[in-house]
T-cell receptor, first 113, second 110 residues
Framework: EAQVTQNPRYLITVTGKKLTVTCSQN?????MSWYRQDPGLGLRQIYY???????DKGDVPEGYKVSRKEKRNFPLILESPSPNQTSLYFC????????????FGPGTRLTVT | GENVEQHPSTLSVQEGDSAVIKCTYS??????FPWYKQELGKRPQLIID?????GEKKDQRIAVTLNKTAKHFSLHITETQPEDSAVYFC?????????FGAGTRLTVKP
């Protein structure tokens, strides 16, 4: 089944404790992206990747890191989480950037206390 | 960069009525305009999209219109049903940027 998976789905952590949210797709998509969703603000892009080893900042990259060592995986890293990073996070992938549907993962609800 | 505004933020209609959600964008280079539906607790999923060389597209009860001159596009849902209740997001994509609107929470009352 073609899909985007994320883990964990739910995470409660404390300020400053490094964490990684994994994202994997099995559709051989070139483009992958991370979004955060906050009430009233819609989906805001954190980072995106056009291809392996190519990543770039989105609208709200502060406090986040990513890597794209393999085509299928695009982990999101929070080196020192803070309470303002409490949010719902979605990974997405598409065949390429631009005029293609984005397939979203199931979401990761992160709470930082 | 692109800026997408979406209205209204909430919309409540009676079952069977039509619903219209409007979006405006700022980047004239935008050429792809998808609409996503997000049901409660679920991921956004594409319901319809339109490219800049097309003015209107329809898929059963859902239609999207695009006015490139005015830089706005709209989602039309006819004969609404309770299962249409969800948050709807518009987006605009240029060759280098994609932005989402803030979302519209649609409630269809039976």
């Amino acid at each position: 089944e073609a899909q985007v998976t994320q883990n964990p789905r739910y995470l409660i952590t404390v300020t400053g404790k490094k964490l990684t949210v994994t994202c994997s797709q099995n559709m051989n998509h070139e483009y992958m992206s991370w979004y955060r969703q906050d009430p009233g603000l819609g989906l805001r892009q954190i980072y995106y990747s056009m291809n392996v080893e190519v990543t770039d900042k989105g609208d709200v990259p502060e406090g986040y890191k990513v890597s794209r060592k393999e085509k299928r995986n695009f982990p999101l890293i929070l080196e020192s989480p803070s309470p303002n990073q409490t949010s719902l996070y979605f990974c997405a992938s598409s065949l390429d950037f631009g005029v293609y549907e984005q397939y979203f993962g199931p979401g990761t609800r992160l709470t930082v206390t | 960069g692109e800026n997408v505004e979406q209205h209204p933020s909430t919309l409540s209609v009676q079952e069977g009525d039509s619903a219209v959600i409007k979006c405006t964008y700022s980047d004239s280079a935008s050429n792809y305009f998808p609409w996503y539906k997000q049901e409660l607790g679920k991921r956004p999923q594409l319901i319809i999209d339109i490219r800049s060389n097309v003015g209107e597209k329809k898929d059963q009860r859902i239609a999207v219109t695009l006015n490139k001159t005015a830089k706005h596009f709209s989602l039309h849902i006819t004969e609404t049903q309770p299962e249409d209740s969800a948050v709807y997001f518009c987006a605009a994509s240029s060759p280098y940027d994609m932005r989402f609107g803030a979302g519209t929470r649609l409630t269809v009352k039976p």
